[in-house]
């Protein structure tokens, strides 16, 4: 049995359909610097792209779990020490190095709650050979390629519960989101034009020549679809995932090019957003999962935050 609990055993599924009304210019682009900056489009409409909502749950996200106090000792070092840019990563210090050996050597720890069997079993099942954790128990400090610096990150990395929640180098991601679609023809979205002046970002002065015109819509319903794997009610992961849900639910999300400036805020509408939810152990021969629409439990916004919460 692994002792990295996260995807395996799969024992929940939960299927969101947000809904969202767009209450101020909304701009998906392709990052050009074209004078027309135009709205991503495919054939018969425009397109929101997963990694576009992906990356604005993800910085709420972040911006509370720094403000969260876990009960996971690893978990509350994970988060101090994660940096997003220009990837996800954990600064490691030489103290939780010294900890990491200590434990591997058979010492205690009041942070790293495992002994020197089920810590090497975790190094393994991350991916370090015995060979390797061999020699970092024997050098320290001094181990080739910065194996005492990886494996301690791959600790931090496998409790942060921002990592379960949308990946990391360690962890899939516990949350897929899903490309929306907007059809033209079925809800006669109109393109707004406007124009914007391009600021230089060293000297925070006007770019001379450099008016665009920015394609925008304003007023439509989107909705997204989020696939859940594994959010485990009372866990750390699941409550920061319940906070981030309440924070948008409470001040909108904001969405695209020039947030700044104003433009992309959404606000969800909780009437008509549902979340649908499979227990595994419940669903013996398999017809929730089958079916979810029909025969998984659909919980409003309010229920599927104390489901999380419980």
């Known amino acids: 049995m692994s002792l990295i609990y996260h995807l395996n055993p799969l024992e929940y599924k939960a299927i969101g359909i947000l809904e969202f009304e ?17 709205f991503i489009r495919i054939p018969g409409g425009f397109l929101i792209p997963s990694s576009t909502w992906k990356g604005a749950f993800r910085s709420i996200s972040e911006r509370i779990a720094k403000s969260m106090d876990f009960r996971d000792k690893l978990a509350n070092l994970a988060v101090k020490s994660f940096k997003e840019e220009p990837k996800a990563t954990y600064e490691v210090n030489e103290k939780f190095c010294n900890e990491v050996i200590n434990v591997l050597c058979g010492g205690t720890s009041n942070i790293i709650p495992y002994d020197s069997k089920e810590l090497i079993e975790i ?19 001094g181990t080739r390629n910065n194996l005492l610096y990886r494996l301690s990150e791959s600790i931090l990395a496998i409790h942060c519960p921002i990592g379960k929640l949308y990946g990391n180098a360690v962890l899939a991601s516990k949350l897929r989101f899903l490309d929306t679609i907007l059809k033209s023809e079925v809800s006669k979205i109109v393109l707004h034009e406007r124009p914007g002046i391009a600021i230089d970002r060293y000297s925070s002065r006007v770019k001379e020549e450099a008016l665009f015109i920015l394609e ?20 750390e992961d699941s409550k920061l995932f319940a906070l981030t849900i309440e924070a948008i639910e409470n001040l909108g999300l904001n969405l695209g090019a ?17 979340w649908y939810v499979i227990n595994f152990r419940e669903d013996k021969n398999g017809v929730k999962i089958g079916n979810p629409f029909k025969y998984a439990d659909k919980r409003n916004i309010k229920e599927f935050l104390e489901w999380l919460y419980s």
Not at 218 to 228: D, F, T
């Open 22 to 38: 767009i209450e101020s210019p909304l701009h998906i682009g392709t990052g050009t610097t074209d004078m027309r900056r135009t």
């Open 258 to 274: 020039r947030k700044s400036a104003g433009m992309g805020l959404l606000k969800m509408i909780s009437e008509t957003s549902y």
């Open 216 to 235: 925008s819509i304003i007023g439509e319903k989107v909705k997204l679809k989020i696939i859940a794997d594994n959010l485990v009610p009372g866990a």
């Open 123 to 141: 190094a393994e099942e991350i991916g370090f050979t015995l060979e390797e954790i061999n020699e970092v128990k024997s050098k320290g400090l």
